[in-house]
């Protein structure tokens, strides 16, 4: 069972977060916070695993992946494999980078729907239901579709039909998303 | 109505604008920021137009997430989302509900109806968004509503909205258990499709389910078999692997059957994750398998030579699964092991440091630590701690079961409390105390270790060191007798820098300050007799105070000679008198007593320190160190009068005053002297009850309950100590006859009373209960008084003669007493094996009463002999597993006599299984025979099956396994 993806900065930032137990937020700031605390204090190039048995619990692991400037975290227990783990970051980012076409920090930020689109493809309840990127590139596509097509009574259409450059926001028919085309 | 609306759609901010809002702001703006967005979106979100509403409540659950804003206040306008027909709206409404919605959230049970419309829509993308949010927050109430429409979407046609709908079914039956019976058929119909996703996802809910409750999923074995073979799906083959770990350990023949594709997967698998997994799975579950072992460890090694440090992590975390069993694995990889102890990476280090302390034994232990200390002093706090610790607590395993030099052991205390990281004050002082009560023999090097502590000023400075140094303290007070300069260690206890102590650890100082004074006035009374007696007999009065061996006519007149500069060397520097000793260089053992002896000087100097020190704390605001000021202080005032004028006295005979003083001393002492034994934690189990005490009455239905748990106790606790396995045989009423019939307090110490009626409740500390292979205590008097096994006696002489230096572990791990005891106590052996046995697995069990029924039906013995059965088990496994390879071939249940066995143990559950409902076809065309099997098995079984009747309700299940297996 996976209990917790996290996207963290380097600055400590939380840029996704996604607990699959309920947690009050008071809790999921804690342990981010403490869980970035460990982060930041390690070496590059060593192992992926932490113990964090004191943060999340008994029976509790803990891996993550360094890109660039962000931490790509999954907390999950002894259900699962450690390595599997690691391939599966793994392709979480190869898919954002499908998304998004050499994903950076940026694309993270402001992409949270589409951010969490995919992955709940690959998780759903604390399961991995899905490990191929093509199929959830594919799943994912098609939602954003799906989001797109009904426009609002209360926009024109015109508004609408190119705001969603990329098909990255859903929530297209804003102010600055007009602007900005 | 509607303008307003449209004038909050058209000026409304979008998530965009919010998260590059928040981007702009410096740190110390950025909640002014925010909080004024959510009084934005407390306004929009009112909002009746749809969109209005699902933007802002997309804002609001990315400010809950990034930046952790309380949203529960918005429950029900999710719940209005998810009602809109659009799906961009449902979208952001399911995700603020799965993200904020807990069992708590009064509006929950309204989104029952619309998740069921939504798990009935024709878009497979809004099934699958009710789907997920099913399945992070169902609750019960939820997943009953839910759990059929859940069901009718496990058969649907689309993989993608059948591999949601297996997703939510774990939730399901954790929140819902009666969903199983509609949907585990469907579930594992699903285990045999052939879409790679729908059974991945079905092994990851087995996968899970297992690990709460292995045993119900025993019968689906031949599934999970079938697909460990088949699958070429690594996710797949790592959960089956998972599952199989749970289920191994409940029916030893899956191992055999298992073993095989598992190596094999290890051999050809190009998947490290998988690799690791058939490790994991080999060196957990099968460690009797050699084969399987030496392949693991070649894996294993591999992953070590590895430059990725996850392999080389992993790799090390699988062998110290290995190392309680297969210490081989460790010493192979040795060096790696100890070239991993410089690594980088801090799990490494862990890792490999765990991996070295299981390599500790007898025989290395003093260079490993020796090593490790050095170590420990080049690296950072927290592992240098780290190691400290666990050096302790591999030294500390099972009473000190490795170390055999405790004088090297305590030096080693003593110097990892110097490390300047050391942080685990607390740790060692446990030790110390410890090792200083079981240990008679280190005693003297103990002081000495305490000693060299406690005169160290700088070590008062370091808070984590002050655990460590009362425990110093304490040992320097009770085991003064070892000092070689009690004077010294005064000084030491009531430095001025003790005043950096918590009030907690002064008393214990005080305390101890107290204990020393009063050995040394008492060996200064004890010599002014002996000398007396001396005197008299040499009518030599003319330094019969300053004299300073005593007990022996000889050291007298080799100290006669010295004499002449001692007195000097008193008034001048009393806190040396050592160096004369030494200089008299005749005694092998430096005991205070034979050494030397104190001048009149420095006893009264020793009283005038005290008074001094502690004067000022008689007015103490710490109760503790106030009142014992005060106690040592009206002390010293009353021995004081005797030491006032000693030029008077001297010489003088003993006069009566002195002779009140010297008995109060002598009391004292005497409290002081006696020593307190590490106490059992069952000792209390052992008190009688006194007649007058009705709690027997009052918690006899108490003790039915409790039964169970304490039936262990008294016999593990007779196991404990040899000497009084016997008398814990005895009833409560025995040993209250025993002790009522103890005369009553005669002595004048009364703890020595104390000690001799309650023998039975102390540790055999002091009674010298040597369990053979241990080593007994050099010089204890007592204990050969109380052996009256002579056997005993020979055993504990031919250990002395062996190995002089070791030292006895009083209260040994039970393993070993058990093996010691095998001999001595019948009655005890034949015990303990039965309790075991009851803890055994019920399959292994089940496999051992399934060959005695055998055996009983030939009409060899119905009592059931406990130790030829244990004997027998190897054998009686093996026997049976090698008859159920035969029996694996194609046609099992047919009457072949070598597969009557196990068809013997599955018939006779065979109704309760009936009963329960299939949940697979197989082997259902044998139930005739099945039938009339028993029927002919019957006179065999039967009187299996009484005593099979005891282990609760473990043996009824594990039989529905064989039928499934073969």
């Known amino acids: 069972m996976i209990k917790a993806v996290l996207v963290i900065n380097t600055q400590g930032k939380p840029r996704l977060t996604k607990f699959y137990g309920f947690l009050t937020v008071e809790k999921q700031q804690e342990l981010i916070r403490s869980v970035f605390g460990v982060l930041c204090s390690r070496a590059e190039k060593v192992s992926n695993f932490m113990e964090v048995d004191s943060i999340f619990g008994p029976d509790s692991r803990l891996v993550y992946k360094h890109y660039a400037t962000l931490y790509f975290i999954f907390v999950f227990d002894s259900s699962e494999n450690e390595l599997a783990m690691l391939d599966l970051i793994q392709v979480f980012v190869e898919t954002l980078d499908k998304c998004f076409r050499n994903v950076c920090e940026l694309d993270i930020v402001f992409n949270y729907n589409k951010l969490h689109s995919i992955l709940d493809e690959i998780i759903s309840g604390g399961q991995v239901l899905e490990t191929s990127s093509t199929e959830i590139m594919r799943a994912v596509e098609e939602i954003s579709k799906c989001s797109l097509p009904p426009s609002p009574p209360s926009l024109p259409p015109s508004v609408m039909s190119e705001s969603a450059s990329n098909s990255i926001s859903l929530v297209p028919k804003t102010v600055s998303g007009w602007r900005s085309r | ?204 809910v087995f996968c899970e389910l297992s690990a709460k409750d292995p045993r119900s999923y025993l019968p689906l074995a031949p599934e999970f078999y079938r697909i460990l073979v088949d699958s070429k799906n690594n996710w797949v083959l790592i959960k089956v692997l998972k599952i199989f770990v749970k289920l191994a350990p409940l029916e030893p023949r899956l191992a055999k059957r298992l073993v095989e594709p598992i190596c094999d997967h290890m051999r050809k698998t190009g998947a490290k994750s998988l690799v690791f997994e058939c490790i994991r799975t080999v060196v957990t579950s099968f460690t009797e398998y050699e084969s399987a072992m030496k392949l693991a460890a070649a894996k294993i090694r591999e992953f070590l030579m590895e430059d990725d440090p996850n392999l080389k992590y992993l790799g090390l975390h699988a062998i110290s699964i290995m190392a309680p069993k297969h210490l081989w694995a460790v010493l192979e990889n040795k060096d790696v092991v100890i070239q991993s102890l410089s690594d980088e990476d801090p ?25 490790l200390v050095n170590y420990a002093l080049k690296s950072d706090p927290d592992f240098c701690n780290e190691i400290l610790g666990s050096i302790l607590s591999t030294c500390c395993q099972n009473v000190y079961e490795v170390i055999i030099d405790f004088d090297w052991y305590v030096s080693l205390l003593g110097e990892m409390s110097r490390i300047p990281n050391c942080k685990k004050g607390e740790e060692i002082e446990n030790q110390l105390i410890d090792i200083g009560m079981r240990v008679k023999d280190v005693r003297p090097e103990l002081v000495r270790i305490a000693r060299d502590l406690l005169i160290d000023p700088a070590l008062l400075g370091n808070p984590f060191l002050h655990r460590l140094l009362s425990a110093a303290a304490w040992v320097c007070g009770e085991y003064v007798e070892f000092s070689r300069n009690p004077v010294e260690l005064m000084e030491a206890l009531l430095q001025p820098r003790t005043s950096l102590l918590p009030s907690s650890i002064r008393t214990v100082y005080m305390q101890s300050a107290f204990k020393i004074l009063i050995f040394c006035i008492h060996s200064y009374f004890l010599q002014k007799e002996d000398m007396t007696s001396e005197v008299s007999d040499l009518a030599s009065k003319r330094q019969c105070s300053e004299s300073s061996d005593l007990a022996t006519g000889k050291a007298l007149v080799q100290s006669d000679q010295d004499e002449g500069f001692n007195p000097r060397e008193s008034n001048q520097s009393y806190e040396y008198p050592s160096v004369v000793d030494t200089g008299d260089g005749q005694s092998s053992t430096p005991t205070f007593m034979e050494k030397k002896s104190l001048m009149h000087e420095s006893i009264v100097n020793l009283l005038n320190l005290m008074e001094l020190v502690l004067s000022p704390l008689s007015g103490s605001l710490d109760v503790e160190i106030q009142e014992r000021a005060c106690n040592v202080l009206g002390f010293i005032e009353l021995v004081q009068q005797e030491f006032s004028n000693p030029l008077i006295r001297k010489e003088a005979n003993l006069d009566r005053e002195e002779v009140i003083a010297s008995r109060v001393v002598e009391w004292v002492h005497d409290v002081f002297t006696e020593e307190l034994g590490p106490v059992s934690v069952t000792a209390q189990d052992r008190v009688p009850i006194p007649d007058e005490l009705v709690l027997k009455e009052n918690l006899t239905d108490l003790e039915a309950i409790c039964g169970g748990v304490e ?107 058990v093996k010691l005891e095998e001999g001595e106590a019948a009655p005890v052996v034949s015990k303990k094996p039965e ?50 390879n035969l029996a694996v071939g194609e046609q099992p249940n047919h009457e072949n006599p070598s597969s009557r066995r196990s068809k013997h143990r599955g018939d006779g559950k065979q109704k309760s299984k009936k009963s329960k409902g299939k949940k697979n076809g197989d082997g259902r065309e044998d139930d005739g025979e099945k039938e009339s099997q028993k029927i002919r098995d019957h006179h065999g079984r039967h009187k299996s099956r009484q005593r099979a009747d005891a282990p609760i309700n473990v043996v009824p299940q594990t039989p529905d396994i064989p039928d499934y297996l073969l």
């Not at chain 2, 070295?356 to 490993?368: F, G, H, I, K, R």
Request: contains cysteine; proline residues 5%.
């Open chain 2, 711 to 817: 039936l262990p106790a008294p016999g593990s606790f007779s196991l404990t100590s040899p000497y009084y396995g016997e008398s814990a045989v005895f009833s409560v009423s025995n040993l209250q006859a025993e002790e009522d019939s103890e005369p009553s307090t005669e002595s004048t110490s009364l703890l020595t009373e104390h000690r001799k009626r309650h023998e039975l409740y102390y540790l055999p500390s002091e009674k010298n209960i040597i369990p053979a292979n241990d080593y007994p205590p050099a010089n204890d008097p007592s204990s050969s008084i109380n052996t009256n096994d002579a056997t005993e006696d020979l055993v504990k002489l031919a250990d002395q003669s062996l190995v002089s230096k070791r030292k006895p572990n009083h209260a040994k791990p039970r393993p070993v007493v």
């Open chain 2, 1 to 204: 109505m509607a303008s307003p609306s449209l004038m909050d759609t058209l000026f409304q901010r979008g998530l965009d604008d919010i998260i590059k809002g928040v981007r702009h702001q410096q740190s110390s703006t950025e909640s002014i920021f925010i909080s004024r967005v959510i009084e934005e979106i407390r306004r929009e979100i009112k909002s009746t137009d749809l969109q209005t509403k699902s933007t802002a409540l997309q804002k609001l659950t990315y400010l809950n997430s990034i930046h952790f804003i309380d949203m529960s206040w918005a429950s029900f306008h999710a719940i209005e989302c998810i009602s809109s027909p659009t799906f961009s709206h449902k979208k952001i409404g399911y995700l603020a509900i799965s993200q904020s919605f807990s069992e708590s959230t009064p509006v929950i049970l309204l989104i029952s109806n619309q998740i069921r419309k939504d798990l009935k829509s024709g878009n497979e993308f809004e099934v699958s968004l009710a789907l997920d949010c099913l399945s992070r927050i169902g609750t019960v109430d939820l997943c009953r509503d839910l759990a059929s429409e859940v069901f009718i979407l496990m058969s649907s046609s689309k993989v993608f909205i059948r591999k949601k709908a297996i997703g939510v079914v774990l939730r399901l039956f954790e929140k819902y258990p009666d969903a199983v019976r509609v949907c585990f058929k469907k579930l594992v119909e699903s285990l045999e499709g052939s879409d790679s996703p729908i059974v991945s996802a079905v092994v990851g």
């Open chain 2, 835 to 884: 309790l075991k046995d009851d803890l055994l697995s019920g399959a292994i069990h089940d496999i051992l009463l399934g060959n005695e029924a055998k055996a009983a039906s030939s009409q060899s013995n119905p009592s059931d002999k406990s130790s030829s059965k244990r004997k027998g088990k190897a054998k009686h496994v093996d026997l049976l597993d090698s008859k159920e």
């Open chain 2, 347 to 371: 799990n490494i280090k862990l890792e490999s440091l765990r991996l070295v302390m299981a390599m500790a034994s007898e025989s290395n232990l003093m260079e490993t630590c020796r090593v």
